[in-house]
């Protein structure tokens, strides 16, 4: 059984910081690319940080670049953001992607609000 956990999201003062995790089961994990993605209140989800399967090869929306990056460890199948420097405009359900060669699979989604 495919499953996408992810943990780590929460309430967050404007300037601070939240690592998201994303726990992997199911599917050969070193073999995906994985995403995360967001999508706040009435607006389409978007795509916040990528990382391939293989070089690890990371890319991050502008929006985020320098604030927050993406990791993953293929040994305990996880996959992580680093959220520092956190703005109001963060605030949105985070979600854990896997895209495979036939396959996509998705998270639950994680709520991170960025609030004073």
């Known amino acids: 059984q495919v499953q996408l956990v992810e943990s780590g999201g929460g309430l967050a003062q404007p300037g601070g910081s939240l690592r998201l995790s994303c726990a992997a089961s199911?599917?050969?994990?070193?073999?995906?690319?994985m995403n995360w993605y967001r999508q706040a209140p009435g607006k389409e989800r978007e795509l916040v940080a990528s990382?391939?399967?293989?070089?690890?090869?990371?890319n991050h929306a502008d929006s985020v670049k320098g604030r927050f990056t993406i990791s993953r460890d293929n040994a305990k199948k996880m996959v992580y953001l680093q959220m520092n420097s956190l703005k109001p405009e963060d605030t949105a359900v985070y979600y854990c992607?896997?895209?495979?060669?036939?396959?996509?699979?998705w998270g639950q989604g994680t709520q991170v609000t960025v609030s004073s």
């Open positions: 992607n896997a895209l495979g060669p036939v396959a996509l699979y």
């Open positions: 199911g599917f050969t994990f070193s073999r995906y690319a």
């Open positions: 990382i391939t399967s293989a070089s690890g090869r990371t």
